[in-house]
DNA sequence: GCGCGCTAAGTCCTCAGACAAGCAGAGATG
DNA sequence: CATCTCTGCTTGTCTGAGGACTTAGCGCGC
């Protein structure tokens, strides 16, 4: 394990430290854990930041504390979370992903789109045109479109697979951007203007096709 | 809103309150929240207080501290418990989804497969096509053979998606046997053959194309 | 003009202390 | 035995004080 270019501040480190105690068998599941007061002793710091390396894990839904009776331990385990596994996947599996998903929402955003889904892509799109700002905000935007056509999709399951990873890639996103722009602004944007008309003109097969097109020459770029 | 039976505490409230401003769109995606002293104004609570809030999101990932810069939105939305989706999603949302996830997989596996893949794929196949068992342990493998071919992508954020939500369906499609078994067995077997043959003759296109033919099948049933 | 270091302001981070609120068990009381 | 009260321990909240870090702006020398 590598020193993390990022320092954590304390109340960070209390919970890393909490957790691998729960996770060692220090206390198990549905045990109480010591009193602020003496975890601040053990960890070497204040109360306060004992309570926010609590509230951290109580987010994360490993402990729960209950006012005069204590804190205790609801899951051994934190479901790993997707930052965890994207911090180790590729870029082209990530988009490999994007494609499954993407492609298949497209086609279905084809069939069942309703005029409301077509108002709201079309605004995307020109959201994602508009030119002379920051990369991060051109990314937003252009994750938006695309979000904008899982949506058209009506399926849930669909928006939630997107939402649930391609958000935490931001990042990667802007790297991506910034060190290799598209060679043709135009082109990628009129790719964009492609597949809003073949949603627009339910044309399922179309659309799937040139959603694949589009992703599948992001990943080229990183071969 | 009724009162729920157990009472938040105010930082509890603070986060929920936060949440909610996010998801309104108050804080797009990568922005800035106001200072811990503004927003424990707007709340009208403690410093001490925000922060446990703020921490408490900063443990979903929704929210990220820095010091010397502020908090930021890191993503839109936390990632609703699987389960609560798959609640109020219909069957056939989860198959929509499986055919995004599977088709793709089931090319790349295609391309990318290793004789060992193969293996386990095949021995997968054996084991599904074994009769004369509870409808239980037919799903089972079943699922386990599908999960092979997606193994043999060799994509780590598929599986991840693939093991997200797909098990958590098991009951759904137990009753999914129980009542609308397939018309024939046989022919069922025989497409799982195929395109396991598919996969070891590496052609991505006809084992995209037996895969999707295969679970669009099974949404069929269910229209 | 250009790059450099320095300063200042704003932000989050941490601590200590104080008091309030809630719970559980020991002991008193009937 | 049933019930009440009191006491000690726990978490919840607030305040004030520094400390650490980042950014932006300024002046200076080149």
Not at 15 to 41: D, K, M, Y
Not at 59 to 77: H, I, M, N
Not at 181 to 201: F, M, N
């Amino acid at each position: 394990m590598t020193a993390p270019v990022q320092r954590h501040p304390l109340a960070a480190q209390g919970a890393e430290a909490l957790l691998a105690r729960i996770r060692a068998g220090e206390w198990g599941l549905g045990h109480r854990l010591p009193g602020e007061t003496t975890l601040a002793a053990q960890l070497g710091v204040g109360r306060s930041t004992v309570r926010e390396a609590v509230r951290e894990l109580s987010g994360k839904g490993v402990l729960d504390s209950r006012q005069g009776v204590g804190v205790f331990v609801t899951a051994l385990d934190v479901t790993e979370d997707w930052d965890a596994v994207l911090r180790r996947t590729s870029v082209t599996s990530v988009l490999e992903a994007r494609i499954a998903i993407e492609v298949e929402a497209a086609a279905l955003a084809a069939e069942r789109r309703t005029p409301n889904d077509l108002r709201a892509v079309r605004r995307a799109l020109a959201g994602r045109a508009v030119t002379g700002r920051s990369v991060e905000d051109h990314v937003d935007a252009d994750m938006a479109f695309h979000r904008c056509v899982i949506v058209a999709a009506h399926n849930d399951l669909l928006i939630e697979l997107f939402d649930s990873f391609v958000p935490r890639v931001r990042t990667s996103m802007v790297d991506m951007m910034r060190t290799r722009p598209p060679a043709s602004p135009e082109a990628d944007h009129a790719a964009h203007e492609a597949l809003t008309e073949a949603i627009a003109g339910r044309d399922p097969q179309g659309a799937a096709e040139l959603s694949r097109a589009h992703l599948t020459g992001l990943k080229e770029v990183y071969k």
